[in-house]
C-alpha cells in the first residue's frame, strides 16, 4: 500500500548545523496491516511517519501511496491526501482546550462541509464506541490522559480514514490503558485500516495484534520482521 523508496530527509541542508534525520530508507508497509517503528530517540522513527503522512515532503528519494508518488505533489493535493486518508494519533493528544471532547472529534472534519448534524453523531457514535459516550460534554482541558487518548483517536477516525498514525501512543499510558489502547488497534485492524505506530514501549512492539516491527537507528532501517 505505502512504498518508501530512498527516503531521504534533511534538515537546515547547507547550513552549518545540517542533519540528516532520514538517510535512505527503502520500504514496503502492507494495507490491513500494523506496523510499529521502534529505535532511540532521534533514529528518525517520527521524520518517517511524517514523510508517510504527508506532513512533510522527503528532501529526495519517493513515497507511494497505492502507486502514487505523493512525494512532490503540491500542498493543496496534500492536504486532500491527509484529510481523506489518513487520521493521526499524536503522543501528547493535541485536544484544544476550550471546547468539549465531541466538538475536539468533529475539528478534521469541519473542513470537508457536509451536514453538521450528521457529522455530530458520527462524533458520538466514536466516542460511545470507545466508550467515551458519558464524556462526549466534557471540556478537553477536564479528561484523564486515558480518556484524552481515547478521545484523540475518535478525531482520528472522524473522517474514516484508511491509515492511522499513531506516535509513541502509549507513553502517556500505564500498562493497563496500553493494554486497553492494543484492544482499540485490534478493533482498527479488524476494520481493514493499515496502523503505523512509533513507540518505545516492549508492550507495543510484542504485542500479538503487531504484524511487523520496524527497528531504526541513526535514520536508517537496522531490521524489519
Known sequence: MIHLTGVKKAFNQGRANEFWALKGIDLHVAQGKVTVFRGPSGSGKTTLLTMVGCLARPTSGRVKLKERDISSLPERFLTDIRRSTFGFVFQNFNLLKGITAVENVMVPAYPLGGDHGALR??????LDRLEMGPKAKSMAEWLSGGEAQRVAIARALINDPQVVIADEPTANLDSARSAQFLD???????DGRTILMTSHDPL??????????????????????
Not at 121 to 126: F, S, V
Not at 184 to 190: G, L, P, Q, S, W
Not at 204 to 225: L, Q, S
Open 184 to 190: 482499540i488497534v485490534a478493533e482498527m485492524k479488524r
Open 121 to 126: 453523531h458520527r462524533a458520538h457514535e466514536l
Open 204 to 225: 507495543v512492539a510484542e504485542a500479538g495484534v503487531v504484524d511487523h516491527v520496524v527497528t531504526m537507528r541513526d535514520g536508517v532501517v537496522v531490521e524489519a520482521r
